[in-house]
Nanobody
Framework: QVQLVESGGGLVQPGGSLRLSCAAS????????MGWYRHAPGKQRELVAT???????TYAAFVKGRFTISRDNAKKTVYLQMTSLKPEDTAVYYC?????????????WGQGTQVTVSS
């Protein structure tokens, strides 16, 4: 069974940095687009950043210049480097990946990792 396992969340002060990781487990054939989303209390889930298999990236306006998405295909992992964090970045962050495996091609979601920005 394919799973996305996230790590790297936590509590950080405003202006600080965190790096989130999300690794695909189990045997897979390929990973197409990968992305990060976040869900803050009282708000809808929103797209943070995406990266294609050719490493083309897109970012939400509210994180441009502060967050960087990257991927390591050999490790089947996507990263989100977050800098200059603000209290409004507090949310549960989820990774998403379009994966082709023996089960076919479908979207998978990580379990979510909490990021809290507070002094």
């Amino acid at each position: 069974q394919v799973q996305l396992v996230e790590s790297g969340g936590g509590l950080v002060q405003p202006g600080g940095s965190l790096r989130l990781s999300c690794a695909a487990s189990a045997r897979i054939f390929s990973i197409n687009a990968m992305g990060w989303y976040r869900h803050a209390p009282g708000k809808q889930r929103e797209l943070v950043a995406t990266i294609t298999s050719s490493r083309t990236t897109t970012y939400a306006a509210f994180v441009k210049g502060r967050f960087t998405i990257s991927r390591d295909n050999a490790k089947k992992t996507v990263y989100l480097q977050m800098t200059s964090l603000k209290p409004e970045d507090t949310a549960v962050y989820y990774c998403n990946a379009d994966i082709r495996s023996a089960l076919g091609r479908r979207d998978y979601w990580g379990q979510g990792t909490q990021v809290t920005v507070s002094s």
